[in-house]
């Protein structure tokens, strides 16, 4: 059973930083390319980030790029999500979730239940 | 960047009922980079169709998926009390996924 564990969330003051981690089990960590979608409160889905199986390749939303850094560990089944220089707009549910391919393409066919991030003074 | 429109922004039926729920894109969606996904309050969301058209594991066959370009449309072809949700559809394309702004499926 495909199962990804996210932590690391919490309140966080603007311009201060975050890392984001999820535990993946139940599959072929590095067979999957991984990525990083957002929910602000009461909104819609916001895709952040993605990564290639091998961690070779990333890619980054406007929003985020400069600020965010997506990596992953195959070693530890484990995909990360830095973040710096954090604003009011970055407050959202982070859901990890898994790409159906090696390359991020296509669907995203299983989610974590998300850990919240919340952006205030 | 690609953007998708889904419409109606609310849909209220009744359980036994057609849905349709469309999605347009803001240019040319290739069918294999599109999905749809189910949310209800409180949970992650589930994918229902890739590919335009076809069937995650596990998703009931009331659910159906077509279109192709820059118009899509999710079927579920008679409602049942727990598919009252809100409902995304996603493209990938130019490195990037971007997602429709939703549709809620509510009991009228």
Redesign the interface.
């Known amino acids: 059973e495909v199962q990804l564990l996210e932590s690391g969330g919490g309140l966080v003051q603007p311009g201060g930083s975050l890392r984001l981690s999820c535990a993946a089990s139940g599959f072929t960590f590095s067979g999957y390319a991984m ?1 990083w ?1 957002r929910q602000a409160p009461g909104k ?4 952040v980030s ?1 990564i290639s199986g091998s961690g070779g390749s990333t ?1 980054y ?2 929003s985020v790029k400069g600020r965010f850094t997506i990596s992953r560990d195959n070693s530890k089944n484990t995909l990360y999500l830095q973040m710096n220089s954090l604003r009011a707009e970055d407050t959202a549910v982070y ?1 990890c979730a898994r790409c ?1 391919s090696w390359y ?11 850990t919240l991030v919340t952006v205030s003074s | 960047e690609i953007v998708l429109t889904q419409s109606p922004g609310t849909l209220s039926l009744s359980p036994g009922e057609r849905a349709t729920l469309s999605c347009r894109a803001s240019q040319s969606v290739s069918s294999n980079y599109l999905a749809w996904y189910q949310q209800k309050p409180g949970q992650a969301p589930r994918l229902l169709i890739f590919g335009a058209s076809s069937r995650a594991t596990g998703i009931p066959d009331r659910f159906s998926g077509s279109g192709s370009g820059t118009d899509f449309t999710l079927t579920i072809s008679r409602l049942e009390p727990e598919d009252f949700a809100v409902y995304y559809c996603q493209q990938y394309g130019g490195s990037s996924y971007t997602f429709g702004q939703g549709t809620k499926l509510e009991i009228k």
């Open positions: 990525s979608v819609g889905l916001e895709w993605a890619y939303a406007d859901y159906s991020p393409a296509g669907s995203i066919d299983y989610w974590g239940q998300g």
